[in-house]
């Protein structure tokens, strides 16, 4: 959460305004943006299950916010429909991001903002287990420079591509301590299975991000 509130300070919001979230999960960022500054917010995500209980969170709510299962490789809206695009860790799964990032600019009104974090290699080729890793995944990594150039070749202006790998440490740090906390309540709700892949897979992350191979990047920028 600490890090929705530092990110969404950067947008500037304004009443009224309109917020595309591409990759929204269960919309946490979402109702904070739609709450806090009156906003109206749209959703969309490829997981039946999410946006699901984002709708079950939605309901008898006063802000203004929206949910839609939708691939955004293949959805289109209205050119300069939105005044912010915001989408976080979720772009690393698209082949596809300069096509994607001239949908953005296309969707995004003049003076619009688009905020993304996403993960991002080290330049240079990847050892062979990273380079495995990603290719079982299925994901499209860059270094946080090539990221930025990427939103430049789209038409994008005022681009800030950052290297925060960093704090993306210590964020899963904390989310390992807590989950860790609350082990069984956590396995009462779900499983001891799901508990395994949860705290494995942000084990298995840190390692790789603490060895340099895997970046976490944050990139804003404008259009004019």
């Known amino acids: 959460m600490?890090?929705?509130?530092?990110?969404?300070?950067k947008l500037d919001l304004k009443p009224g305004q309109k917020v595309l979230d591409v990759g929204c999960g269960i919309g946490g960022g979402d109702f904070y943006m739609a709450e806090n500054f009156?906003?109206?917010?749209v959703g969309i995500d490829l997981s039946i299950n999410m946006i699901s209980f984002a709708l079950e969170r939605a309901i008898g709510l006063k802000c203004s916010v929206e949910f839609e299962v939708a691939d955004c490789t293949t959805k289109t809206?209205?050119?300069?429909?939105?005044?912010?695009?915001?989408?976080?860790?979720t772009i690393l799964h698209i082949q596809d991001k300069p096509a994607l990032f001239r949908s953005f600019f296309k969707w995004l009104k003049p003076g619009g903002k688009v905020l993304i974090s996403?993960?991002?290699?080290?330049a240079g080729t990847p050892s062979p287990e990273f380079a495995e890793y990603i290719k079982q995944r299925g994901y499209d990594l860059h270094d946080v420079k090539a990221?930025?150039?990427?939103?430049?070749?789209?038409?994008?202006d005022e681009v800030i591509a950052e290297d925060r790998t960093d704090q993306f440490n210590q964020v899963l740090l904390r989310?390992?301590?807590a989950i860790e906390k609350e082990k069984d309540e956590f396995i009462l709700d779900f499983s001891?299975?799901?508990y395994n892949d949860i705290v494995g897979g942000w084990k298995a992350k840190l390692i790789r991000s603490s060895s340099g191979e895997q970046r976490w990047g944050l990139f804003t920028a404008k259009k004019k």
């Open 192 to 194: 001891e299975e799901d």
């Open 118 to 122: 996403d993960y991002c290699k080290c």
């Open 147 to 156: 990221y930025g150039q990427m939103l430049r070749d789209a038409g994008f």
């Open 38 to 41: 009156e906003v109206e917010v």
């Open 175 to 177: 989310e390992l301590n």
């Open 2 to 9: 600490e890090t929705t509130k530092e990110f969404v300070e």
């Open 77 to 89: 809206y209205p050119d300069n429909t939105f005044d912010v695009i915001y989408s976080r860790d």
